[in-house]
């Protein structure tokens, strides 16, 4: 029998987080700030500068209920491209500012956004649902998770880009992303076929390892941890690349070598296109 998940809670770990990112923008020399990252076409200074709208422009909105610009529509489609012409504008301006504004504006901006989402009610309706995993309203703690997951791995993208990976890799805060990534499999599977009952498994190595079960129900897929029976097939990632794989920043080719199926192979291979950013 498998139990639904529990909400997951990361407030607590923004500004871990956010410390964390000081420190290395803080260590780098003038040229690793121009360092190209995994963001198509963003180098380091890039990245920092979409960290930093990430907080003003959510203290803007969700804070302050001020939306300024408004998509032409509301899709999936229409909102992913309104969010890439949003990022593109803010980069394009960010270009005048220097990397030690940067990360002024980051130092001053995160505490009081850090202080924004542990005030929230964990179980009240977000102001924004968590399109990627399917969900057209979401709990707080979900957004959070979410928003959670874009601090995580917009940083990992800076430090890899510098040689600095490990710190985020720690089980603490490595395993909150994973396990938020993993959220989105029953809605990533919905148009994978399978006879009721049977159960995919997905186990994540290294410091932050664990496994998620993948039950498929009467009325669609079902994610929980609590599972001791027969697996229909299996799928171990490492790791040390998992965040890349959830955030298109690891082509199939490469994933392949990082990723082990057993059972039907078929039941494993959707993983890897399982897409926890908006895209």
Request: hydrophobic share 45%; aromatic share 10%; net charge negative.
């Amino acid at each position: 029998m498998l139990h639904p998940l529990p909400p997951l809670a990361t407030a607590h770990l923004f500004p871990v987080l956010d410390q964390l990112l000081l420190g290395v923008l803080a260590s780098l020399t003038p040229a690793q700030w121009e360092q190209p990252t995994l963001a198509p076409q963003w180098r380091v200074r890039d990245v920092a500068l979409h960290l930093l709208d990430g907080n003003l422009r959510a203290l803007s909105m969700l804070r302050d209920g001020y939306f300024g610009q408004q998509p032409a529509g509301f899709s999936y489609g229409e909102i992913v491209e309104f969010l890439n012409q949003l990022n593109a504008d803010w980069v394009r301006a960010g270009q005048r500012l220097s990397p030690g504004v940067i990360r002024w504006l980051l130092e001053i901006s995160g505490p009081e956004y850090n202080r924004y989402l542990a005030s929230l009610d964990p179980e009240a309706p977000a102001t924004f649902s968590v399109g990627w995993a399917g969900e057209t309203e979401s709990a707080n703690w979900f957004h959070v998770a979410r928003d959670y997951t874009e601090k995580w791995h917009h940083q990992q993208q800076i430090r890899q880009a510098v040689g600095q990976e490990q710190p985020l890799l720690s089980r603490e805060l490595y395993h909150p992303f994973l396990a938020t990534c993993l959220r989105a499999l029953p809605h990533h599977y919905r148009g994978v076929a399978a006879e009721a009952g049977q159960v995919v498994g997905f186990t994540i190595t290294g410091p932050a390892h664990d496994t998620w079960y993948l039950r498929r129900g009467a009325e669609g897929w079902e994610l929980s941890q609590n599972y001791a029976g027969p697996l229909a097939a299996s799928v171990t990632i490492d790791g040390a690349v998992a965040w890349r794989l959830f955030t298109k920043s690891l082509p199939r080719n490469l994933a392949a070598a990082h990723i082990h199926f057993d059972g039907e192979t078929r039941l494993g291979e959707p993983v890897f296109d399982l897409l926890t950013v908006m895209a």
